[in-house]
């Protein structure tokens, strides 16, 4: 064991979110029932090591519809699809499992519901993130991007009197109401959705990295590049004063560099991340002279959704319950 070099803090909640869980275990339920392969278009959610588990498993991860042999079964990934795709999927008889997070849903919904009422829906998002793409397959004529304040400038509408914003769930809550107030210097007559389109586990990973940030020389996200929600909380970390912060898929990603002259390291993970590999992180860090961790808690989770009803237990089976 290396001398004692400082301690570590960790952020509470992080990791698995409800609709990741929900997600995950759909492509595992799939499997068990209809054996492999089962096909899922896109990653199921934005984790290196979720999808080699499930590959390994029998799960085939497609970019697009047509790579789907016709009447095969297709997971669709918890950032959501666009009608254009069930209508793609329905065309080829392919067997649909919809993993689409409850709160992506919610979302479309809401997108539905403004087009029908023939407003200028402005969707704060990534341009090329999948659930932007999927939420925009909505009501493609009525919504238009916002990628970002630097954005708003580009914005054109009819009628500054009927615009609504929507966002993606996983952005930084910080960076969408800086766009949202950007938009409302330019319409004051902006509409807010009825709730709040950030996702409750975005906002509590990284309130738990507000609240530990400033006393952390170095801050050490978990979890993937493509992963929106992931690479928010590296951001926030720096924002909220850390001195440092890093992202990895991997305990082995760390450069022992980075601990140079560190007294406290903060960790968290993003919403996409399982507990192992969070778990390997400390096991490095407690090698490394940080044995002592100490938990950050911003808000207690309970949340937990039924999985899609094509995967529900039928009369007499035994439900697997979700992790």
Not at 33 to 59: D, F, M, S
Not at 158 to 184: K, Y
Not at 253 to 270: F, K, M, Q, R, Y
Not at 306 to 321: C, D, F, S, W
Request: charged content about 25%; hydrophobic content about 40%.
């Amino acid at each position: 064991m290396a001398d004692q070099r400082g301690r570590v803090l960790l952020a509470d909640p992080r990791g698995y979110c409800a609709g990741v869980d929900r997600a995950v275990v759909a492509v595992e339920r799939a499997l068990e029932i209809h054996g492999a392969p089962v096909y899922v278009r896109k990653q199921i959610v934005h984790n290196k090591h979720v999808v080699a588990t499930l590959e390994r498993r029998g799960a085939v991860f497609v970019d697009e519809t047509d790579e789907v042999p016709e009447g095969a079964v297709v997971v669709f990934s918890a950032h959501g699809v666009s009608p254009a795709v069930h209508e793609e999927a329905r065309a080829r008889s392919l067997r649909t499992i919809d993993a689409t997070c409850p709160l992506v849903s919610k979302v479309h919904q809401e997108a539905k519901r403004f087009a029908k009422e023939d407003y200028d829906i402005l969707l704060i998002g990534h341009r090329g993130h999948e659930e932007v793409e999927g939420t925009s397959g909505e009501a493609p004529e009525h919504i238009q991007l916002v990628d970002g304040p630097d954005d708003v400038a580009n914005v054109e509408v009819r009628d500054p009197e009927r615009v609504v914003w929507l966002s993606q769930t996983t952005l930084s809550v910080d960076e969408t109401l800086a766009t949202v107030d950007q938009l409302r210097t330019r319409f004051p007559g902006l509409q807010s959705p009825p709730s709040d389109d950030i996702c409750y586990a975005t906002q509590n990973r990284q309130q738990a990295v507000k609240q530990m940030a400033g006393e952390c020389d170095l801050v050490i996200v978990v979890g993937s590049t493509n992963s929106s929600n992931s690479v928010r909380l590296v951001e926030v970390a720096l924002e909220a004063g850390a001195r440092a912060a890093h992202l990895v898929d991997y305990a082995a990603e760390i450069d022992p560099a980075w601990l140079e002259g560190v007294g406290t390291v903060g960790v968290t993970s993003g919403a996409s991340v399982p507990e192992v590999l969070v778990s390997e992180v400390l096991d490095l860090l407690a090698g490394s002279g940080y044995p002592d961790v100490e938990t950050v808690k911003a808000a207690e989770e309970r949340l937990v959704f039924a999985l899609p009803h094509e995967l529900r237990p039928r009369r007499g089976e035994t439900a697997r319950p979700v992790r």
